[in-house]
Every structure is written in C-alpha cells, then in structure tokens.
T-cell receptor, first 111, second 117 residues
Framework: DAMVIQNPRYQVTQFGKPVTLSCSQT?????MYWYQQKSSQAPKLLFH???????NEADTPDNFQSRRPNTSFCFLDIRSPGLGDAAMYLC??????????FGSGTRLTVV | AQKVTQAQTEISVVEKEDVTLDCVYE???????LFWYKQPPSGELVFLIR??????QNEISGRYSWNFQKSTSSFNFTITASQVVDSAVYFC??????????????FGTGTQLKVEL
C-alpha cells in the first residue's frame, strides 16, 4: 500500500547530540511537511518542501534543518536537541496541497 | 491569518451517547479546505474528512456526520452511538487553497473525547 513511513517510531537522544529523523513516501506526492507536536498541543508546522523548494516557517528555530534529496525522502535534522525539543514529529505529504497523508510519527525523547 | 478554535478541551460520554465536537474557523480566503483528524493514543493522525469551502452539504459516513455552515464559520462533527474505540483526540484543521507554493494545515487545539462503558 502506498504510504508515508517514518523511522524510527521512537528515538531517544542525548541533550546536545545531533539527531536525524527520516520520512519516506511511496505516494509520489510533490509536497512534504514536517510538523512538531508537543504533549497535549496541536501539531505545528516547522517547514515544508514543494518539490525541491524549501519553505521555512518564520518561527521555526535555526536548530531545525531539513533535507529532501529526492521525491521520496525527507529528513529532519535537529542540530543540538534541547529538553524542549522532546515531542512527536509528524511527516506528511500532499499532492499540491490537496489531501494530506500523515506518517505514524517519531516520538523524540531528549535525555 | 487563519485560525481554528476548538473550545471543548475534553468531553466525556457514556457509550452509545451521541456527541458533537465543535469547530469554528477564521480565514480571509474564499477558497479553503476543512479537515477532521483523529489521533488515538498511538499518535498517528487518521484522516476522517475533507470539505472544500464551496460544498456546504452535510455528510454522513456510518456513525460519523459533519455539519458545515459558512454563515457561522463552523464545521462540527457528530458521532452517533459512541463507542469506546472512539476515544481519541480529534483535531479540526483548515488549509488555504493551493497557491503554487505549497500550503499548510492550521490545526485547532484538539478535543479529547473519552467514551466510557
């Protein structure tokens, strides 16, 4: 089945140690998004790729970066994770913004 | 700026009761999309429905129904004969029309629904 896959499902990282979360899709959607969802809060958009064009939200900290080497893959890099970055990270895809498919998420713990 | 308000933080019902989750939105766009998502404890977001701004027909899918009223900027969600498996956080979301550069979903703060036996 066509889908959005996030690995790993759970990630534990040390304070200040760079971490990368991955997302892959078999839907051939041209838009990919990364959302951050902290406990008991709504998902918040960090950035998105429209094809190869990167679009950063104005309030996304510089500590967060993203790469999209090809249509199928998108990575979220956190350069120096802090305790406040512990959250669920959700990847989503869409074709031209019509209909979003979310992955199962990666729950990040910072110790 | 877009905004979605879900005033009900938490609702508790007894199984088989009907329950309505409220959603009010704000947007300056004339073309937009509204969504409902279910988030069970496992964390994934499960798509329930998408409605575009030009389609005000109510929709029913099994025990689920949605009432879209542009006059009051509301998009409410009703579960009939609730079941324990309906327990989850439900998010209402708004997306502006595609403008060629991608767009984003703006989520409400969610409503935690607890269905008890």
């Amino acid at each position: 089945d066509a889908m959005v896959i996030q690995n790993p499902r759970y990630q534990v990282t040390q304070f200040g140690k760079p971490v990368t979360l991955s997302c892959s899709q078999t839907l051939n959607h041209n838009v990919m998004y990364w959302y951050q969802q902290k406990s008991s809060q709504a998902p918040k958009l960090l950035f998105h790729y429209y094809d190869k064009d990167f679009n950063n939200e104005a309030d996304t900290p510089d500590n967060f970066q993203s790469r999209r080497p090809n249509t199928s893959f998108c990575f979220l890099d956190i350069r120096s994770p802090g305790l406040g970055d512990a959250a669920m990270y959700l990847c989503a895809t869409s074709r031209d913004g019509l209909g979003y498919t979310f992955g199962s998420g990666t729950r990040l713990t910072v110790v | 700026a877009q905004k979605v308000t879900q005033a009900q933080t938490e609702i508790s019902v007894v199984e088989k009761e009907d329950v309505t989750l409220d959603c009010v939105y704000e947007t300056r766009d004339t073309t937009y999309y509204l969504f409902w998502y279910k988030q069970p404890p496992s964390g994934e977001l499960v798509f329930l429905i998408r409605r575009n701004s030009f389609d005000e027909q109510n929709e029913i899918s099994g025990r689920y129904s949605w009432n879209f009223q542009k006059s009051t900027s509301s998009f409410n969600f009703t579960i009939t004969a609730s079941q324990v498996v309906d327990s989850a956080v439900y998010f209402c979301a708004l997306s502006e029309a595609w403008t060629g550069g991608g767009n984003k979903l703006t989520f409400g703060t969610g409503t935690q629904l607890k269905v008890e036996l």
